[in-house]
C-alpha cells in the first residue's frame, strides 16, 4: 500500500539555524498539505501543493512538491522559538489519505 | 466560529468499558474523519465520512464504530475498549471542492486524550 515517509523524525536547532523536513511517497500524489502542531496542540493547515514542481512561500517557509509528484519538502530559514512543534506532511491520492510521522523541531534561544 | 468541537476532551476508561466520543462541526463542511495520534506513529486515519450518510474505513478501524448522525456531527464508539486504544483521538472535517476529498484541507478539532487502564 502506500506508504509516505517523512525525515528526519527530530531535529534540535540553534535560533536562527535553517530547518529542512522532507516528505517521500512510494506512488504518485494528487497533491500534499503540510500541517503544523505546537506540543500539546492539534493540527493546524499550513498549505496545499498540487502541481508539480510548484513552489509557495510564506513568509520564512518555502514548500516544494517534486517534479514526479512523490516529494516534497519545508524549508525554514532562521527559524525562531515560535517555529517550535511537529510538522507534518499528508499525502493524498484516490484511496488513500496519508499522514507522515512527523518532523518534531525544537528550537534553542 | 466554534470550528470544529470535540468532546469530552480526557477520559479515562477501564478494560471493557464503552463510551463514545463526540464532534461536531459548524462550517457546512461536507466530509469528517477521525484520527488517532500515537508517541512516534503520526495520525492514522480511524474511519471517515465523505459526506452525509455514509462511512468508509480508514488505515485502523478495528475496535472503532462510527456513526455520522447528521451533517455537522460525527462520533466514534469504543464498544469494548482495550489498553491499546490508549491515544490522542482527533476529530477532523473538510469541506470536498471540485477536486475531489483528496483536494481539501482538513481542519481539526483540540483532542480528547483517553486513557484505558
Known amino acids: 500500500g502506500q506508504q509516505v515517509m517523512q525525515i528526519p523524525q527530530y531535529q534540535h536547532v540553534q535560533e536562527g539555524e535553517d530547518f529542512t523536513t522532507y516528505c517521500n511517497s512510494s506512488t504518485t500524489l494528487s497533491n500534499i498539505q503540510w500541517y503544523k502542531q505546537r506540543p500539546g496542540g492539534h493540527p493546524v493547515f499550513l498549505i496545499q501543493?498540487?502541481?508539480?514542481?510548484e513552489v509557495k512561500k510564506q513568509k520564512r517557509l518555502t514548500f516544494q512538491f517534486g517534479e514526479a509528484k512523490k516529494n516534497s519538502s519545508l524549508h525554514i530559514t532562521a527559524t525562531q522559538t515560535t517555529d517550535v512543534g511537529t510538522y507534518f506532511c499528508h499525502g493524498g491520492s484516490q484511496g488513500n489519505l496519508i499522514f507522515g510521522k512527523g518532523t518534531k523541531l525544537s528550537v534553542k534561544p | 466560529n466554534a470550528g470544529v468541537t470535540q468532546t469530552p476532551k480526557f477520559q479515562v476508561l477501564k478494560t471493557g468499558q464503552s463510551m463514545t466520543l463526540q464532534c461536531a462541526q459548524d462550517?457546512?463542511?461536507?466530509?469528517m474523519y477521525w484520527y488517532r495520534q500515537d508517541p512516534g506513529m503520526g495520525l492514522r486515519l480511524i474511519y471517515y465520512s465523505a459526506s452525509e450518510g455514509t462511512t468508509d474505513k480508514g488505515e485502523v478501524p478495528n475496535g472503532y464504530n462510527v456513526s455520522r448522525l447528521n451533517k455537522r456531527e460525527f462520533s466514534l464508539r469504543l464498544e469494548s475498549a482495550a489498553p491499546s486504544q490508549t491515544s490522542v483521538y482527533f476529530c477532523a472535517s473538510s469541506e470536498v471542492t471540485a477536486g475531489g476529498l483528496y483536494n481539501s484541507p482538513l481542519h481539526f478539532g483540540n483532542g480528547t486524550r483517553l486513557t484505558v487502564t
Open positions: 501543493l498540487v502541481k508539480s514542481g
Open positions: 462550517m457546512n463542511h461536507n466530509s
